[in-house]
């Protein structure tokens, strides 16, 4: 790209931009690759390099072809403009079959000789050759390389071949009709036409004028403008010439060298270039706003991979476990023993109990049940609705791209996914401190309850329960009181601590709810945002690459 820039250089000096309407094309154009039709980002990236080419080629030089239908006086026309017979004019068509060049003013030309592809034994020095009396006429074309082309509707597909090849490195092209096949479709369907963007780098020559009389000639050149106009060609200059006679040859050569003086037309042919292809790739791009994600179609998304990986499933295990834990702790110790031990609910999905929390093992998955059809169709809806919503009035090539990125990588969500559960810190399952204050109390109460109960059995079994010898509190017997009051508080501590135990459970299960969302928010950032916001980029690059191609 320095080389790009630094023949840059030289125009942005005179007054053009091109540089960076080339650097635009290009930034385009990787942008575009595998999204976009790869002929288009093709041609573009075709024509940076033929565009830095040139541009690091010779300032000085205008490169003009000459191009037309075979027979229609190519040949003749150079061998005219140069004042001497370079070119073979035959009878037997086609009669060129390879592009010669006559160079006037060689410094610094044979760089763009070899970049054009004409060999030197198909070159010629026209101001080596001068002879005095035509010196004056030979160095009003001073920088011009001209080239005699091959004919582009002859049989000889490697004339076409030339042709299409020179055409498209040219700097002015003049295009030479005859007479008898001016309106042929070959020439204006194929290269006319489709050169409506290059109209400022064109010229258009009706030769031969000295077969048709001269009462025809003017109505000739009126059709020829009219089927001009009807290519889009309207600023086209129409010149009338006879080769052979040498008739408005001097007009034909003035108004070249008047193009090759101002040294605009190197800058103007790589414009037009760019901006051809620039208008294409931003037809196929369109150019709606880029809209961001929003972050309902996030959250819907994440929601969609939190149930299919299980996520409410861990996390009503771990409100019942932790309601489990300690509702046993702080519960009347009685009733635990006498339902037996029920299996937690956590380590039934195999979450590994550490000591300051605990994770799901690298097992739990094989314990979670595996998505459902319905859940994974609804992750399939999720990414299809997020992917249609942001691509929302884009073009069809956008739109395609959008969606092949947000599935690109749908199939790793499954393992993505259970990674990411079992990487998940579940937050804190110790049993809190206050549990573990009433299980210590309840025990006591426990102790306290069989104390009273073992004596007042005693008293009643020696009939001194209604003796006023024991130890009474409020005219009842202790052991009565120890019995009663703690059967009585350690069921209503129980029935307490029971709602406490569930707000506590609550607590946990949404802190873990966050914590497992979390981590399958990642995931869906790096299976399905990403990749969709990549594409969003990518367009976004496109647009401004080709604004400023355009611009
Ligand atoms: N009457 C007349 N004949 C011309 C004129 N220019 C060219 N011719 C003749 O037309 C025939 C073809 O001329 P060329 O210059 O060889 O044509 P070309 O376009 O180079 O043809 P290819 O090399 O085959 O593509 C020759 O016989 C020329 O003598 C002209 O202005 N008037
Ligand atoms: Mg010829």
Redesign the pocket.
């Known amino acids: 790209m320095t080389s790009l820039l630094e023949g840059a250089k030289q125009l942005v000096t005179r007054g053009t931009d091109i540089g960076a309407r080339i650097d635009g094309l290009d930034t385009a154009a990787r942008a575009a690759r595998g999204r976009l039709d790869d002929s288009l980002v093709d041609e573009a990236q075709d024509l940076v390099d033929r565009a830095a080419g040139r541009l690091r080629l010779s300032a000085s030089h205008t490169v003009v072809a000459i191009a037309?239908?075979?027979?229609?006086?190519?040949?003749?026309?150079f061998n005219a403009l140069t004042g001497l017979e370079l070119?073979?004019?035959?009878?037997r068509?086609?009669?060129?079959s390879w592009a010669s060049a006559c160079v006037w003013g060689r410094d610094g030309a044979d760089e763009l000789l070899e970049w054009l592809g004409i060999p030197p034994r198909h070159q010629t020095t026209r101001d080596s050759m001068l002879d005095t009396g035509r010196r004056e006429s030979a160095s009003e074309l001073d920088g011009v390389v001209l080239l005699?082309l091959?004919?582009h509707d002859?049989t000889e597909v490697s004339h076409h071949l030339e042709v299409d090849r020179l055409v498209a490195l040219a700097d002015l092209l003049v295009w030479?009709l005859d007479p008898q096949k001016y309106a042929d479709a070959a020439i204006h369907d194929r290269y006319l036409a489709p050169s409506a963007e290059h109209q400022d780098v064109m010229l258009v020559v009706l030769?031969?004028?000295?077969?048709v009389p001269e009462e025809r000639r003017q109505s000739m050149l009126d059709d020829i403008r009219r089927l001009l106009d009807a290519d889009g060609l309207d600023r086209v200059p129409v010149l009338a010439?006879?080769?052979?006679?040498g008739t408005g040859i001097a007009e034909l050569k003035s108004e070249i060298a008047r193009r090759a003086a101002d040294k605009l037309a190197t800058s103007a042919r790589v414009d037009a270039d760019v901006k051809a292809v620039a208008g294409r790739i931003s037809a196929a791009s369109g150019s709606a706003p880029t809209r961001a994600l929003s972050a309902e179609r996030v959250r819907a998304l994440d929601d969609a991979f939190a149930e299919a990986a299980g996520v409410p499933t861990v996390v009503e295990a771990v409100e019942r476990s932790t309601r489990m834990s300690v509702g046993r702790a702080t519960g009347w110790p009685v009733a635990s023993v006498v339902s037996g031990v029920k299996p937690d609910p956590v380590k039934r999905l195999q979450l590994d109990l550490g000591a300051d929390g605990r994770e799901l093992s690298g097992r739990a998955r094989t314990a979670l049940p595996e998505a459902t059809q319905v859940q994974r169709a609804r992750v399939d809806a999720e990414v299809r609705a997020l992917a249609d919503d942001v691509s929302n009035g884009l073009t069809q090539p956008w739109v395609s791209a959008v969606r092949r990125a947000s599935t690109s990588r749908l199939d790793e969500l499954g393992d993505r996914l259970d990674a990411a559960l079992a990487a998940t810190h579940l937050g804190g399952s110790r049993l809190p401190v206050w549990a573990g204050a009433v299980r210590v109390l309840q025990w006591l109460l426990v102790v306290a309850t069989v104390a009273g109960l073992g004596w007042t059995g005693v008293l009643a079994g020696s009939g001194k329960l209604q003796d006023g010898d024991t130890v009474r509190v409020g005219g009842v017997a202790l052991g009565l009181i120890l019995l009663v009051g703690g059967l009585v508080l350690g069921i209503a501590i129980d029935l307490v601590c029971r709602v406490v135990a569930g707000g506590t459970a609550r607590r946990r299960a949404t802190d873990a709810d966050d914590r497992l969302r979390a981590s399958v928010s990642g995931v869906s950032q790096e299976l399905v945002v990403a990749p969709v916001e990549t594409e969003l980029t990518a367009y976004t690059t496109v647009r401004s690459g080709v604004d400023r191609a355009l611009s």
């Open positions: 037309g239908a075979t027979g229609s006086g190519k040949s003749s026309t070119s073979a004019v035959g009878v068509r086609p009669t060129t005699d091959p004919d002859s030479v030769n031969q004028i000295d077969t010439v006879s080769a052979r006679e």
